[in-house]
C-alpha cells in the first residue's frame, strides 16, 4: 500500500505529485500534501495555497504582507482581486 511522504500513513487510494524538478512524492490528503509542498509567507508564515504575491523573488500569502515585508515597494504592491475598474 502508498505509503505518505509527509505522516507515513499507508492509504489505498493515496496519490502522487511530481515537482517541476522531478522530485516525486505520495500522499494520503491535500493536507499532507500542503504541508510538504506549499511556500510559507516571509512575513506571517502562513502556507501559500492561493496565488500570493511574489516581490523580488520573495513570497507572500497576500497583498497586505507583501506591503508590510517589502518594505520600499508598499506602492507598488496591489490587490486587485474583485476589484472594479473606475
Do not use: W
Not at 487510494?13 to 511556500?39: N, Q, R, S, V, W
Not at 506571517?44 to 497576500?62: K, M, N, T, W
Request: overall charge negative.
Amino acid at each position: 500500500m502508498p505509503v505518505c511522504s509527509t505522516c507515513e500513513n499507508d492509504y489505498q487510494m493515496a496519490f502522487d505529485i511530481t515537482t517541476i524538478t522531478g522530485e516525486k512524492y505520495t500522499f494520503d490528503c491535500f493536507e499532507c500534501a500542503i504541508t510538504k509542498l506549499a511556500p510559507v509567507c516571509e512575513r506571517c508564515s502562513s502556507r501559500i495555497i492561493g496565488h500570493g504575491v511574489a516581490v523580488e523573488g520573495r513570497f507572500f500569502c497576500c497583498a497586505h504582507c507583501a506591503r508590510e515585508g517589502a518594505k520600499g515597494l508598499g506602492a507598488e504592491i496591489r490587490d486587485t482581486v474583485g476589484a472594479h475598474s473606475g
